[in-house]
């Protein structure tokens, strides 16, 4: 089963405001992503977890906080955003990061954030 | 660096006709990995093909094509006798297994089909 399930679907929250979006995966994905995309734009990576640690980081502000609590759930902690955070947020699995191969990601269906 | 080129922003058929959407590439890489993604309006991007540069057989999936074709750099995606389901915006993807990226995907900036019936 290709699945990966995000809550909420849509977010409008304040710029005070702290809100987490959830990722889970039953895949026995070992990789973990989240991605932001502008409207007519193409995804842009903003964090990977590799095994439950965070590899890499895409100089993202720090009122994003990424947290990986376990092999199937990735976390995005929001808090203070600005209007131009507004966007769709994705969240994507794969099954690992190899040297020698890149694996195939399977993307959940996404929250749309709305930063007022 | 690796680069993607989509050079079709918007592309408009009828139902039942045929569509290729382009895909040219860049990598200095001789090693890399070709992705197609197709997000329809509910946003989820699904995955639809990898392909590795060491193989450059062609790929039939029911009424889905590519063409892989390292000469050009090209990696081009058809659709034999569209239908209104495949309306969605396709993405083209690129990435580099031993670059410093660490595997990354490179996105096309993505061509909107639309299939009218």
């Known amino acids: 089963d290709t699945e990966v399930t995000q809550t909420p679907k849509h977010l409008v929250m304040g710029m005070t405001n702290k809100k987490s979006l959830k990722c889970e995966q039953h895949?026995?994905?070992?990789?973990m992503y989240w991605y932001k995309q502008k409207a007519k734009k193409p995804p842009e990576l903003m964090f990977v977890y590799s095994y439950e640690k965070l590899s890499i980081n895409e100089s993202v502000p720090s009122r994003f906080s990424p947290e990986c609590p376990n092999s199937s759930l990735l976390n995005l902690h929001l808090h203070a955003l600005q209007p131009e955070d507004s966007a769709l947020y994705l969240c994507?699995?794969?099954?690992?990061?190899?040297?020698?191969?890149?694996?195939?990601?399977?993307f959940g269906p996404g929250t749309r954030l709305t930063v007022t | 660096a690796q680069k993607v080129t989509q050079a079709q922003t918007e592309i408009s058929v009828v139902e039942k006709e045929d569509v290729t959407l382009d895909c040219v590439y860049e990598?200095?890489?001789?090693?890399?990995?070709l992705f197609w993604y197709k997000q329809p309006p509910s946003g989820e991007l699904v995955f639809l093909i990898r392909r590795n540069s060491f193989d450059e057989q062609n790929e039939i999936s029911g009424r889905y094509s590519w063409n892989f074709q390292k000469s050009t750099s090209s990696f081009n995606f058809t659709i034999t006798a569209s239908q209104v389901v495949d309306s969605a915006v396709y993405f083209c993807?690129?990435?580099?297994?031993?670059?410093?990226?660490?595997?990354?995907?490179?996105f096309g900036s993505g061509t909107q089909l639309t299939v009218l019936p």
């Open positions: 895949m026995g994905h070992r990789a």
């Open positions: 994507a699995s794969s099954q690992g990061q190899a040297i020698q191969t890149t694996y195939e990601q399977y």
């Open positions: 990598t200095r890489d001789t090693t890399y990995y």
């Open positions: 993807a690129l990435s580099e297994p031993y670059s410093g990226s660490a595997r990354q995907l490179t």
